[in-house]
């Protein structure tokens, strides 16, 4: 029909190419890119929803000194320094790990679950990194925790199709 072909002309795969790193990710429908106007990383976009607030995706890339993510620890230690980083920021009161961390086949990726409470609400994130060439790259989902029950699906689907390229 062609309902179904105007869906997926929506959902196109977003690939990033560049002689130093590489990815694709395929955020859900009805997501616009776009750049945050200080740029803290090497590389950084964020999608955000354009029907549901509070709902984004942000995709970094930094080079690092590691060669892979057994380097920097296994999931849980690597969880663990996650929620750190996150009880540190300014507004957040509490971090939470929802489910255990997942590594990927021969600890390809990693991928969290958690949830942030602070003074912008209660949030639920889902987490995806790899390195591959000396280059972290971190998928951050985001939502309103109200909204997780929702969305969980599709940002685990999300989620999934982020990958570096080899």
Known sequence: SASAAEET???DVFTRQTDQFAYQFQPPNNFGAGNKPVKTHLDEINFKSESVGGYQYGITVDPVRIESLRQFGT????AAKVVLAEVNRDGVFDVTLMEDPVAGPDASYYQLNYQSKGK???????A??????????????????DNYATLSK????????????F
């Open 128 to 145: 995806k990194f790899f390195i591959q060439k000396q280059m972290l790259y971190a998928l951050t989902a985001q939502c309103k925790e």
């Open 120 to 126: 912008r609400g209660n949030k639920r994130f889902v």
């Open 154 to 165: 599709e940002m685990l689907q999300a989620a999934e199709s982020f990958r570096v390229q």
């Open 9 to 11: 002309a929506t959902t």
């Open 75 to 78: 999931p849980e230690e690597v």
